[in-house]
């Protein structure tokens, strides 16, 4: 029978190679930019603005707003700001450790 193996265990051996540890950190990139891009459109559509109406409110392309929200184009701190903000929220940035929470920047 064969052994099983935790997912820690499979992780620090799939780290243990340079360019597989970069290929793994590259895909967490993406999917992290595409969980972000995807939470915008839903939240611009649940708060019932257009990729118009938005691309006004921020001074951008609508154009541009779609790719945003398609993760076809990179997401900077400053345009995610600005489109929080329009939308009438904030953005707070926090480090994550296993013990505790660090508000960074509000």
Same mark, same amino acid.
């Given at each position: 029978m064969p052994s099983? #193996?935790?997912?820690?265990?499979?992780?620090?051996? /799939?780290r243990q190679s340079p360019e597989?540890?970069?290929r793994i950190d590259e895909? #967490?990139?993406r999917a992290v930019?595409?969980?972000?891009s995807y939470r915008l @459109?839903?939240?611009? #559509? @649940?708060?019932?603005?257009? =990729?118009?109406?938005? /691309?006004?409110?921020?001074g951008k392309s =609508?154009? /541009?707003?779609s790719q945003i929200e398609q993760g076809e184009i990179g997401l900077s701190l400053d345009v995610?700001?600005?489109?929080?903000? =329009?939308l009438g929220g904030e953005v707070e940035i926090a480090a994550v450790f296993d013990?505790?929470?660090?508000l960074i920047d509000t």
């Open positions: 099983t #193996k935790n997912f820690s265990t499979l992780r620090d051996e /799939a597989r540890a970069r895909a #967490k990139q930019g595409e969980i972000v @459109a839903e939240l611009r #559509k @649940a708060l019932g603005v257009t =990729q118009v109406e938005l /691309a006004e409110m921020i =609508q154009s /541009a707003i995610l700001r600005s489109i929080v903000h =329009q013990d505790r929470r660090v």
